[in-house]
C-alpha cells in the first residue's frame, strides 16, 4: 500500500452493490453496524440495469425474490419486470440507508495479520483512476458470480461482417428483423434471446450442444414451494411428469434432458434448467432451428460447427456466460473463494471464511441466496461486535433460516 495516502476506517466494506451487497448492507445496519459498499458501476443493481436485455422478468414468483426486510407489495406483478426489480433495488438502497460510494473498482484486498484488519485498494474511476485505501475488521465480497462475459475464441470471428454480441450487450431485437441470427448457448439467456429475435421475425437459430432441462415458471414455482417439504428425487419425478405434461418429449426437438433430475440438478451442481418463455412452442413449430453443434471457425459470414455444417449469418449472439473476477483482486488463501472466483465450499457452509472474510452471492442461489447469505452475515459480524447483545452466541438465526 502507498505510505503517504490516506487510509479510511470502516467497520465492514462490501465490494459490489448488486442484490447481495445491498441485501448485506441492509442487515448490518438493522443490527447497528456500519459499512461501506464500494461499487465499480455508476449506480446499484447494474447487472439489471445496465447488463441484460430489456425484456427480462424474474424467473421465479415475487415472493422469492424479495431482499430482507423488504417484501414485494400486493399489488407487484408476480414476476417481476426488470426495471420494477432494478426500482426495488434503488428503494432498498435509499430505505436502509446503504452507504455507497460509486464508480470505485476494488484492484486489490489483503489481510494485515499485524494490524488484523483488511486493506483495501480501489481507484475513483470518476476521479481518472485516483487510488483510494480503505482499511477494515470485516470484508464482504459481493462482486457478483456474472461479473465478466465469457467469450469462446473462435478462429476467424475478427473477419464476420455482421454484428457480434454477447448476452450482456444485447438489449432487443431492433434491427434484426428478416436478418439470419445464430444464438450460441442454450441457456436462460440463449433460449430467451432466441425467442425474443425469432418473434421480431429474425431467421433465428440456436446451438444447443449439451442436455438441458426446460420447466415452465409456474412447474418450477411449484418445486420451490415444495422444496421444504419433499426430497430432491420426489420433487424431481414431479417436475419431470409435469414437463411431460406440458412439453411432451423435447429430446425430438433436439433439446435432450440429463439424466440427473432438474431440482437435485439446481440444487447440487452449477447448472440451472431453462425456464421456457415461449422458446420451446417456436422451436416444435420450425420457427428457431436448433443446431447441435459447436461453433468451429468462421470464414467470412459463413459459421462451420464442429459437424461440419456451414451456415451464413448475418450476426450472432454469444449467450456463453460469465464469471467471477474475484480472484484477480482477493489476495487471500483460506480456501473460501476457489480460483473459478466462486465459494468453494457448498450451501449453507460457503458464506464465511478466516479473518473476517465473507462472500455472498456466489452459490448460484439466485435472489434468494443473497437474501440468506446476507441475514447469515450480519448476524455472524454483529455477534463479535457486540457480543452482549447475542446472549450464549449460537446460530440461531441460520437454525431458523434454513428451517424455513
Ligand atoms: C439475464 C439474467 C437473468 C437472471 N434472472 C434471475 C431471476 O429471475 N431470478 C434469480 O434469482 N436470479 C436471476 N439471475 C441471477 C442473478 O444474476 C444473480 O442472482 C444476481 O445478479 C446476483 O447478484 P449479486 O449482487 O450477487 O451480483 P451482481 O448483481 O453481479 O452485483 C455485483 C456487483 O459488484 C460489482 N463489482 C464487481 N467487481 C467489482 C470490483 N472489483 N470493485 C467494485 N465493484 C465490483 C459489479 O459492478 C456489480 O454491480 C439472472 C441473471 C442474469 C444474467
Redesign the pocket.
Known sequence: MAAAAVVEEEEVII???????LAAAACLSLRGVRSLV????DCV????RK???DR?????AKHF?ALPHAPHPDAAPTYLPRDDFARYLDAYAARFAVRTRLR????RASYDVAAARWEVE?VDLAAGGKVELYAARFLVV??????EKVVPEVPGIEGFPGKVLH??EYKSPEGMKGKSVLVVGGG??GMEIAYDLAGAGAVTSIVVRGEVHVVTKEIWNVAMALYPYLPLWVIDKLVLLMCAVVFGDTAKHGLRRPAIGPFTMKCTTPAYPVVDVGTYAKIKSGEIRVLPAAVKSVHGNLVEFNDGKQYPFDAIVFATG?RS?VRR?LKSDDGLIGDDGMATRSYPEHWKGENGLYV???VRR?????YEDAEFIAEDISKQLHPEAHGNGNNGKQEQLLAS
Open positions: 465490494v459490489g452493490a448488486g442484490q447481495s451487497g464500494l461499487e465499480r458501476d443493481g447494474s447487472l439489471w447488463r441484460s436485455y427480462v422478468r424474474l424467473h421465479l425474490c470505485r473498482e476494488v484492484r480501489a459481493a462482486s457478483g458470480e456474472n461479473d448476452a450482456c436462460n439467456s460469465y473476477t483482486w455472498a452471492g456466489m439466485g435472489i434468494y441466496g443473497s
